[in-house]
């Protein structure tokens, strides 16, 4: 049995994917995606170019073109239907990206098995209406995302697997701490899982960058660990 395994922390600015392809049980291959958000915002004009890091391949997406969200107002003034259609044509354009590495991934490896795991999210009990408004839209981006993998992999005969443990569970997993912070995250990554072989150039200066990048290879070894002991 050959399983490709993708660990996904969805973001609309940064998400980070962890593919590895797992044969008899042995991690034969492991690739990093990181997927940024342009907004076309540059002052000089010129493409936008995010930060390079050996072994890590970065994507960008824009937002689509087709549909503005301003186009699918009845009503300009009314704010709030203004920022919903503006989040769901953002998971759109996300959304696409992210599919458009997951096929690449499996016409490349062509395994017998996908399985995916992605973050659950819990509702915000407090922040007010902005931190609702960023976890309804990452449901939303989820939802997408499973949708397109369920459709895809139901149209190549591709067995599926999904799984979408809390953080908390994760962190749990990865550091034996489910209260982890983002700089011990990484501390583990790189102490514990020999992250400096995986991504050579990386630092603890580099936490804000790679974060989504080492909570989506947490991510990888949850649903790894997972498979093993259904066995």
């Not at 990206?97 to 992605?118: A, G, H, N, R, T």
Request: proline content about 4%.
């Amino acid at each position: 049995m050959k399983s490709l395994i993708i660990g996904i922390d969805l973001s609309f600015n940064s998400t980070g994917m962890t593919n590895s392809l797992v044969e008899n049980d042995i991690a034969s291959m492991m690739e990093f995606h990181k997927i940024v958000f342009d907004d076309e915002s540059n002052i000089s004009g010129k493409p936008y170019t995010p930060k390079s890091i050996p072994n890590l391949n970065v994507h960008t997406y824009t937002l689509t073109r087709t549909f503005k969200p301003l186009d699918l107002c009845i009503d300009d003034t009314d704010l709030n239907n203004f920022e919903q259609l503006k989040t769901t044509l953002r998971a759109m354009s996300c959304s696409n990206k992210i599919c458009q590495v997951i096929v690449s991934s499996v016409e490349k490896f062509k395994p017998d098995q996908l399985v995916v795991c992605i973050e659950n999210y819990i509702m915000p009990s407090f922040g007010g209406q902005n931190s609702l408004k960023t976890v309804s839209g990452l449901i939303i981006l989820q939802g997408f995302v499973r949708e397109f993998i369920i459709k895809y992999c139901s149209k190549i005969s591709l067995t599926v697997k999904m799984l979408t443990p809390s953080p908390t569970s994760v962190k749990l997993f990865f550091c034996k701490d489910g209260q982890a912070e983002k700089d011990f995250m990484l501390y583990t990554f790189i102490n514990e899982y020999d992250g400096k072989k995986l991504l050579p150039s990386i630092d603890y200066k580099d936490t804000q960058y790679i974060n989504d990048v080492v909570d989506s290879f947490a991510l990888n070894w949850y649903a790894y660990s997972k498979m093993l002991k259904t066995k």
